[in-house]
């Protein structure tokens, strides 16, 4: 994943008139104007064995019935839903769902209450496929290495859910979140044992981490330096496991983008929390700057969803032409309990390229 060429997001489908969206549903229409084309539309892009098998004897021999949704075997009589099991399980309204990735498809991103408007569906049911559309793009980067704290998101959490703790407010989440973290990376009853701590944190570390880690030292480094001696990687890579490790608490940042270790003696940080002062502090900035655009505020749990919004929204490379509509159907069924479920832990996964963003708004 290389940032070559012009990235082709574009700022303005995030403030589109309602006409403009209108002339992007009505074109979704005209293109798939019957139930029938939608579920063509749909089962075209899975495997074609895969939706034609019987689920209960295993015949191939499916035919049509008068709901469109639903095969007969021939062989046992049975029905079978076509929809079964994907991404498209259980969904009453297929044209919403289809319509909203449609949208997402050309990077417009709309709040619910838009979506309200625009779509015609309940604004809870707008933000329900919205979650699920977008648990696929958080699926698509879940092994990213860069993982950020969610602390840095602080500011645009408040909205309650079943993980705010009864009568407190939505950032209280974030406070048990830090504290897990704490105990986790820093270990708390070791403080001030700085070593020891290090070592807790260091103990954690991928191989790549460990020794680009190696090679900071007092002596403050460049990314570019730092790259000279990691030939293989990129310079996004080298400076996303920098702000890794500076989230870390283990590298400091200086003036002019320069890496030191962390030392807590000559830090004028005492708290020996991690440092978020750094380039990737604006790219969190911008990233809530776009989440407040398309939203009203949200809560600590679903953050990642809102961060593949993001994604979705800026990486118009891996997300236009069809990709998004692609990407669900190649995902399976989502149910509305796994949404609710969802459990934020205090590090997640960070795409690549949401580090280190250029200012955008
Ligand atoms: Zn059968």
Known sequence: MTKT?????HMFQLSLSNEIVKGYLDSFDKEHPTEESLIELICGLYE????????HCGSFRLDATDNVRKRKCSSCFKIRNVTAGTFF???????AMCKLIELL???????SPRIHDLVGIAQSSALQMTKKIMAVVEASYANETNLVPTGVFTNIFYRRTNETPAQRHPLSEQEAADEA??????ASDVRPDTEKNEKV???KLGPFAKTLYAEITSEPKNPDQLANKFPRKQIHEISAMLSFLQLSGLVEVLPGDYFIRFDPKTSKNQNQQPHIKSENQKSFETIMTYIRKVSHGISRKHLPKFIASFWCFFNREKWANGELLKACIQAKHITDD?????VTPPLIPMPQWCMRLPTLF
Do not use: F
């Open 201 to 203: 944190t260091l103990d």
């Open 48 to 55: 074609d064995d895969d939706l034609n098998v019987c689920l």
């Open 338 to 342: 796994e949404i609710t479920a969802t």
């Open 181 to 186: 973290l704490s105990q986790k990376v820093y």
């Open 5 to 9: 060429g012009p990235m082709t997001y």
């Open 89 to 95: 399980h259980g969904q009453k309204n297929i044209r």
């Open 105 to 111: 498809n050309h990077g417009i991103m709309l709040s």
